[in-house]
């Protein structure tokens, strides 16, 4: 069972004092990875060719986060590649960006061997001492050493790099910075659950198998990421996917009894008593058709009594949207195992 006076109680918070103390330093860590990376990057700029590649790709598990910001708008083909090599007709022509903030992925680290063999232009972001630094030695590869193993921080660098490069759009790491510790502020454990968006957040999936959807292709990224902090936290289903991926489930979602007691009934039926809630991450797309899908889904579940809850962070800008909705979802994630005793 769900105790939201937990979420207020000091000796709860406690427990999860090291997960909220790594979510608050958020903003800091982007701040060290984009200071440190800085004299790197303009040397990479120098070191690379003057004409732009035939097609940039980005390899490793985050390339998807760097395909959501550049595919609409950089200048050359932009593939992004999770999987272990490259495409095949990857060659000299080419740009290969690789994000790999732990540093010791025998996968990343071959990638990085193959591109490195093939003449490609080069740029890895890993740590100085790891595996896959040990094989970005190459005539065309420049190695960006980090400084974290933040992921989202080390992909702000990795856009920077190719803002300068004429690639991307520019980034302003500070006003990033600024947004990620606004959230930090607004979703403090010594916020009362009362104001705290991301307490009010978890209460509000405190019963519930959550469905999530991202009215761009940032908040869909934000959305598939908080599906998997709340399924870590809680062994719960929770499901992230495009419009017509999840209005079928909630067109055949079990409809709400809003005169049920869940303590009673759930164990008589022997259910769950997880319910299905339509959680919309909007950064203010107002796209027709984005309107006219979301509007659907709405309708969805409306007709079916769910409840909906929404993340519309009050912040400028596409990405610095992505970064607060993600950092709200995950204090959500960890406010409901606080909530569950864990």
């Known amino acids: 069972m769900f105790d939201d006076t937990l979420l207020d109680e000091v000796d709860g918070l406690a427990r999860a004092d090291l ?14 990875e984009a200071m440190s990376a800085n004299e790197t990057l303009v040397q990479a700029r120098d070191r690379l060719p003057e004409q732009q590649p035939r097609a940039v790709v980005a390899a490793g598990p985050d390339s998807r986060l760097l395909r959501a910001v550049l595919e609409p708008v950089c200048p050359v083909p932009f593939v992004a590649w ?7 007709w990857v060659g000299s022509l080419d740009l290969v960006v690789v994000l790999a903030p732990e540093g010791n992925d025998p ?6 061997a193959e591109a490195n063999r093939r003449g490609c232009q080069l740029i890895v972001f890993a740590p100085a001492k790891s595996l896959v630094a040990e094989h970005s030695g190459g005539r065309y590869a420049v190695l960006v050493p980090t400084q974290t193993s933040d992921h989202s921080a080390v992909a702000v660098a990795a856009l920077d790099l190719l803002s300068r490069l004429h690639l991307g759009p520019e980034v302003n790491t500070e006003y990033l910075a600024k947004a990620l ?3 930090a502020v607004d979703c403090s454990p010594f916020k009362e659950s009362t104001i705290n968006p991301a307490k009010i957040l978890a209460i509000g999936l405190a019963d519930a198998s959550p469905v999530m959807w991202g009215t761009s292709p940032l908040a869909a990224r934000a959305a ?11 062994g719960r289903a929770a499901l992230a996917g495009l419009a017509d991926q999840i209005g079928p489930m909630l067109e055949a979602a079990e409809p709400t009894d809003l005169f049920a007691d869940p303590f009673v009934d759930d164990a008589t039926t022997g259910t769950t008593g997880h319910k299905t809630v339509l959680v919309v991450l909007d950064d203010g797309n107002d796209d027709p058709h984005v309107l006219h899908d979301r509007a659907k889904l709405e309708g969805a579940a409306q007709a079916n009594r769910l409840r909906i809850e929404t993340i519309n962070p009050a912040v400028d800008g596409e990405l610095a949207r992505y970064a607060a909705m993600l950092l709200i979802g995950q204090y959500a994630a960890v406010y409901l195992q606080v909530g569950q005793g864990h």
Request: proline residues 5%.
């Open 224 to 234: 598939r990421r908080f599906a998997e902090a709340v399924r870590a936290a809680t």
């Open 107 to 112: 996968s990343v680290a071959a990638t990085v």
């Open 19 to 32: 997960r909220l103390r790594a979510l608050a330093e958020s903003g800091a860590r982007l701040r060290r």
């Open 82 to 88: 999770p999987r272990h090599g490259l495409p095949g």
């Open 181 to 183: 510790e606004d959230v």
